[in-house]
Every structure is written in structure tokens, then in C-alpha cells.
């Protein structure tokens, strides 16, 4: 069932895994609102019966604004006093009912900008090699023991470590047509990184929409960012 669903879901181009797909089913389930939430509670009060009440009100605030009200006539000049406004008017806010719960915000992933990935990691796996480094080395133990017992002389054999065969240079055309696809390049760029199988992972921006040539950035859609030197530029790896 699980493999079927997953099957659904990567030809409709969401890619799950089955742990993924799992944390998602439990997720979902744990956090559905029951049923019959919110359907109990007192219910409220008519507006018929809290009208005998309101009249009531109404009336000793009239009452209290006769006695408020200065007695006497008014002087000449004297501004005629305001109305005064009775206090209490305002209507206590609804009570909220108990059964109610805080909402929470719950991230809902988007759709891959790169479709197939899992074909694509599988590509790349044959260039998953390793060869003998040119600029980093160990001491190999055994070697420098079996070389001082025979000759005598206090010296260390050196043997390369291994490293990744190749470094991966990923060239994005940021220009101001090519905004669509900032999504696709970094979904790349993060697959190239999570492959392992490179040394390293440099991204550039090529600025197509410079006056005079295209220019070679350090980083792609950033426009303020310096322009690649040219000793940093990709070359092709010699074979092992």
C-alpha cells in the first residue's frame, strides 16, 4: 500500500520516501480535530430576554444623568454643557468556548522545480571515484617501520590520501529572463553538494545581460557580486 502511494506521488511530482510518506500519515492523523469539537456549549442568551435588562439600565443611567445635570440658570457667556456620556455602555467581548484550540502554522512542502531526482543521483554515482591525492599525504606506519629496521635511518614513508576525482563548476545564466529558474539552479546545486562525489561544489553567475560581454560572477543572481577571477575559472580535470 505504502509502495503504491509512493508510486501516486512521484507521478504527480512529489517525491516521498516511505519514512517520509509514514511521518506524514502519522502527522496528519495525530493532528486531525476530533469529532464533535465545538459542537457543545450553553447557548447563548436571546436578545428578548436581555431586553428588560438593557431598559432597565437605560433607565437609572437616565436617572443619574437628571441628577449630574447643574441646577440654576447659566451665567451670561457660559458655554451650555455637553450631554454626558454614561459609562458601561460597551458590550463584554464573546466568551470563547472551551473546547476551542490555538491554531498553529503547519509547513507545507512545495513543489521540486527538478523533477526525477532519484534518476539523476543514480547517474552520477559512477563519478563517485577516488584517486591519490597530489597535495595531501599520511604516514603509512608499517612502511616507515619496515624502512627503518632495514636501512637504519630515522625516516617516514608518505603515502597520498585519497580524494574525490573530480570538482563540479555549475554556470547559471542569471540575467533578467532567466529569474524563472533561481529555484531549479539551487535545487541542482544542492543535489550536486548532497552527491558526494565531488571535491568541490563552486557556483557562478554568468551576467548575459552586461553591455559590453557576458560576465563571469561569483555568485549567480546577485548582482553586486564581484566578478570571477580568472584563475578561478573551471578547467577540465586531468584523468587519473
Known amino acids: ?22 511521518d506524514v500519515l502519522w502527522f496528519a492523523a495525530t493532528t486531525a480535530p476530533a469529532r464533535g469539537e465545538g459542537d457543545g456549549g450553553e447557548p447563548a442568551p436571546s436578545r428578548r430576554s ?4 438593557s431598559g432597565a439600565a437605560d433607565g437609572e443611567d437616565e436617572a443619574k444623568d437628571a441628577q449630574r445635570q ?24 464573546a466568551a470563547r468556548p472551551a473546547a476551542a484550540r490555538p491554531a498553529r502554522a503547519v509547513g507545507v512542502r512545495g513543489v521540486r522545480a527538478l523533477p526525477g531526482t532519484r534518476g539523476l543521483s543514480r547517474a552520477l554515482r559512477p563519478l563517485r571515484r577516488s584517486v591519490p591525492s597530489r597535495t595531501s599525504f ?3 606506519e608499517t612502511a616507515t617501520a619496515e624502512w627503518i629496521a632495514e636501512t637504519g635511518l630515522p625516516d617516514v614513508v608518505l603515502r597520498p590520501r585519497p580524494e574525490r576525482w ?6 547559471v ?14 535545487e541542482v546545486r544542492g543535489l550536486l553538494e548532497r552527491q558526494g562525489a565531488f571535491r568541490s561544489v563552486r557556483t557562478y553567475g554568468l551576467d548575459s545581460a552586461h553591455e559590453d560581454r557576458p560576465v563571469l560572477r561569483a555568485r549567480p543572481y546577485a548582482p ?17
Do not use: F, H, K, N
Request: glycine share 8%; hydrophobic share 45%; with cysteine.
Open 50 to 53: 436581555a431586553a428588560p435588562a
Open 166 to 171: 573530480l570538482s563540479v563548476a555549475l554556470i
Open 173 to 186: 545564466d542569471d540575467g533578467p529572463s532567466m529569474v524563472l529558474w533561481q529555484q531549479l539552479a539551487a
Open 1 to 22: 500500500m505504502i509502495e503504491r502511494l509512493c508510486a501516486l506521488l512521484e507521478d504527480a511530482g512529489v517525491e516521498l520516501s516511505e519514512v517520509e510518506l509514514r
Open 138 to 140: 599520511r604516514v603509512d
Open 224 to 240: 553586486g557580486a564581484r566578478a570571477a577571477p580568472p584563475a578561478s575559472s573551471p578547467t577540465p580535470p586531468a584523468a587519473p
Open 70 to 93: 447643574p441646577t440654576g440658570a447659566l451665567t451670561p457667556g457660559e458655554p451650555e454643557p455637553g450631554p454626558l456620556v454614561p459609562a458601561g455602555l460597551y458590550a463584554p467581548g
